[in-house]
T-cell receptor, first 113, second 111 residues
């Protein structure tokens, strides 16, 4: 069975600073990897996804993530954050053979002025 | 056009009542899902349904039942509501395992 671990429950950061949100996964089969963002009182929006090919994936709002198979990680990065990036970020994994998304517990990113 | 729409957005009801949450997708996706997000923001899959197969998370109480009148709809019916059912419920759809499109959620409060 798959599992996802988001290593930080909260990440406070100042505006215009870089940020990395960490995600590790566990699976015995090949997987697809995703990052979703949830703004306060809203639904989940797909930021980016890794399906195959280049291990560096670029998403919306200036975010990118790198798939590292040997370390079973899929960390999310942004070189300079904005106040508007304040939200909950979820890493998720699905097995290639079936579609159920398994989510991590989320990381709350708080960007301060 | 909203891709995945849920109604109602907010639902406040008393313990013991029966309620339904509706979900519709206009993306032509084959599979639909229900997730529950608890007060700690943890997202847990409840059901997946692709017109042929209903997969139920075994931890979901049988008071919860999905009902799909057609491929574009997957409603969630809840019997005998309990305080612990208070949560945000998200509907989602996907064409395969390539990622979901989520609805905006239904915040259920049981009093």
């Amino acid at each position: 069975a798959q599992s996802v671990t988001q290593l930080d429950s909260q990440v406070p950061v100042f505006e215009e600073a870089p940020v990395e949100l960490r995600c590790n996964y566990s699976s015995s089969v090949s997987v697809y990897l995703f990052w979703y963002v949830q703004y306060p009182n809203q639904g989940l929006q797909l930021l980016l996804k890794y399906l195959s090919g280049s291990t560096l994936v670029k998403g919306i709002n200036g975010f990118e993530a790198e798939f590292n198979k040997s370390q079973t990680s899929f960390h999310l990065r942004k070189p300079s954050v904005h106040i508007s990036d304040t939200a909950e970020y979820f890493c998720a994994v699905s097995e290639r053979s079936q579609g159920n998304l398994i989510f991590g517990k989320g990381t709350k990113l708080s960007v301060k002025p | 056009d909203t891709a995945v729409s849920q109604t109602p957005k907010y639902l406040v009801t008393q313990m013991g009542n029966d309620k339904s949450i509706k979900c519709e997708q206009n993306l032509g996706h084959d599979t639909m899902y229900w997730y529950k997000q608890d007060s700690k923001k943890f997202l847990k899959i409840m059901f997946s349904y692709n017109n042929k197969e209903l997969i139920i998370n075994e931890t979901v109480p049988n008071r919860f039942s999905p009902k799909s009148p057609d491929k574009a709809h997957l409603n969630l019916h809840i019997n005998s509501l309990e305080l612990g059912d208070s949560a945000v419920y998200f509907c989602a759809s996907s064409p395969s395992s390539l990622g979901y499109t989520f609805g905006s959620g239904t915040r259920l409060t049981v009093v």
